[in-house]
């Protein structure tokens, strides 16, 4: 071998045998419960170990109430009756997926209004039973409405963009409520949590396209666990915590955050439907003495005043509900208390703000001038 193929070759194995003992410790520090414990965060590489970490503990899925969805990566296992879950709580749904056993059609009623609701966990209603949540106590609180709950626990909001796309315009609203959490803002910058989602991407302030689809299922996901580079995990995981100090994840989940809800405005308007966006106050925020609103809160609201989106601000039902007597939760998710003061809230902005009659006298205009 000529000497400089020689030194060529000799390089590589050396290059090699550093990646190999780099892979090595990595391996070995990532296997550690105290070490994964310290390094891991909100970024893809830390759930996807920790979706493996359960799957060692013949924890196959989150939830048995879950399946596999190849463009959202989880829903609803359809078809379910009065299921046992949270403690005791029922759970049913319908054949399409909605949370609760009663059949939605596609065409809606006539003389009915029919709001959808969107959102994380406190929408779907977890530690609740199907008539608990805030989308069925708003239903009963509106004689003449449906209320179709399409929560789902762990979406961020791209997720349920999609639902929207795939599935919820199919149903001719007339109001979609978006259930908001300032946490669901975090999980639009990741392709993976409690399994595989899609993630959108950007072309300047706009969406570009999103990840996937087909998602993996979570069985092909654990099978291709033992053949990821832990080294890149070990990188992605300290790398997001320098972007999170730097300032740059936040920066860049608030652009994600406001093109998703800028499509889906959009999307419900092109339906006939009014768009109509509720902060939902969680933790500490239900208990906070004054009206002062966070960093996230102004967020929201300066989006929905600059964007002309109905936002409901209903902190001031729970500390109305708190002056009172009621003692409600601050941590976990809601129960019945709190699904019932969120539902009574939005009722009195939908009402109070004309949302659900000024929708009906356009429409009827419109149908007339036809």
């Given at each position: 071998?000529?000497?400089?193929?020689?030194?060529?070759?000799?390089?590589?194995?050396?290059?090699?045998?550093?990646?190999?003992?780099?892979?090595?410790?990595?391996?070995?520090?990532?296997?550690?419960?105290?070490?994964?414990?310290?390094?891991?965060?909100?970024?893809?590489?830390?759930?996807r170990l920790r979706f493996a970490r359960r799957q060692r503990g013949?924890?196959?899925?989150?939830?048995?109430?879950?399946?596999?969805?190849?463009?959202?990566?989880?829903?609803?296992?359809?078809?379910?009756?009065?299921?046992?879950?949270?403690?005791?709580?029922?759970?049913?749904?319908?054949?399409?997926?909605?949370?609760?056993?009663?059949?939605?059609?596609?065409?809606?009623?006539?003389?009915?209004?029919?709001?959808?609701?969107?959102?994380?966990?406190?929408?779907?209603?977890?530690?609740?039973?199907?008539?608990?949540?805030?989308?069925?106590?708003?239903?009963?609180?509106?004689?003449?409405?449906?209320?179709?709950?399409?929560?789902?626990?762990?979406?961020?909001?791209?997720?349920?963009?999609?639902?929207?796309?795939?599935?919820?315009?199919?149903?001719?609203?007339?109001?979609?409520?978006?259930?908001?959490?300032?946490?669901?803002?975090?999980?639009?910058?990741?392709?993976?949590?409690?399994?595989?989602?899609?993630?959108?991407?950007?072309?300047?302030?706009?969406?570009?396209?999103?990840?996937?689809?087909?998602?993996?299922?979570?069985?092909?996901?654990?099978?291709?666990?033992?053949?990821?580079?832990?080294?890149?995990?070990?990188?992605?995981?300290?790398?997001?915590?320098?972007?999170?100090?730097?300032?740059?994840?936040?920066?860049?989940?608030?652009?994600?955050?406001?093109?998703?809800?800028?499509?889906?405005?959009?999307?419900?308007?092109?339906?006939?439907?009014?768009?109509?966006?509720?902060?939902?106050?969680?933790?500490?925020?239900?208990?906070?003495?004054?009206?002062?609103?966070?960093?996230?809160?102004?967020?929201?609201?300066?989006?929905?005043?600059?964007?002309?989106?109905?936002?409901?601000?209903?902190?001031?039902?729970?500390?109305?509900?708190?002056?009172?007597?009621?003692?409600?939760?601050?941590?976990?998710?809601?129960?019945?208390?709190?699904?019932?003061?969120?539902?009574?809230?939005?009722?009195?902005?939908?009402?109070?703000?004309?949302?659900?009659?000024?929708?009906?006298?356009?429409?009827?205009?419109?149908?007339?001038?036809?």
């Open positions: 071998m000529r000497p400089g193929l020689r030194k060529i070759f000799v390089g590589v194995l050396y290059g090699l045998a550093v990646l190999t003992f780099f892979e090595a410790a990595a391996r070995a520090a990532l296997s550690n419960e105290a070490f994964f414990k310290r390094v891991a965060g909100d970024d893809d590489a830390s759930w013949e924890t196959r899925i989150y939830y048995s109430f879950d399946v596999h969805h190849p463009t959202r990566g989880w829903t609803l296992r359809p078809g379910l009756s009065d299921v046992d879950v949270f403690r005791g709580k029922k759970l049913s749904s319908n054949s399409r997926g909605l949370r609760g056993a009663r059949e939605r059609a596609y065409e809606k009623p006539p003389g009915v209004v029919r709001i959808l609701a969107f959102g994380d966990s406190f929408t779907f209603g977890e530690d609740v039973s199907d008539d608990e949540t805030w989308a069925h106590q708003l239903e009963q609180q509106l004689p003449g409405s449906e209320v179709l709950n399409f929560g789902i626990h762990g979406y961020g909001h791209d997720q349920m963009l999609l639902y929207l796309q795939e599935e919820g315009v199919k149903y001719h609203p007339d109001v979609v409520i978006l259930g908001f959490l300032s946490d669901d803002m975090e999980r639009n910058l990741l392709s993976f949590r409690d399994y595989a989602k899609p993630r959108f991407v950007l072309d300047g302030e706009r969406l570009a396209g999103v990840t996937g689809p087909p998602l993996p299922a979570p069985d092909e996901m654990l099978a291709r666990e033992p053949w990821r580079s832990r080294l890149g995990d070990l990188f992605t995981m300290l790398g997001a915590r320098v972007r999170a100090r730097a300032g740059r994840r936040d920066a860049e989940m608030k652009r994600v955050t406001v093109a998703i809800l800028d499509q889906m405005a959009l999307t419900i308007r092109s339906v006939g439907a009014v768009p109509a966006f509720a902060y939902l106050p969680v933790y500490g925020e239900i208990t906070k003495p004054d009206a002062t609103m966070t960093t996230r809160e102004r967020f929201f609201f300066s989006y929905c005043r600059q964007r002309g989106i109905q936002s409901m601000y209903l902190q001031r039902f729970f500390l109305d509900k708190q002056k009172s007597g009621v003692d409600l939760k601050t941590y976990g998710h809601w129960g019945p208390a709190e699904h019932r003061t969120a539902a009574e809230g939005m009722r009195a902005y939908l009402l109070e703000k004309g949302v659900i009659k000024n929708h009906h006298k356009d429409t009827k205009d419109t149908k007339e001038r036809r």
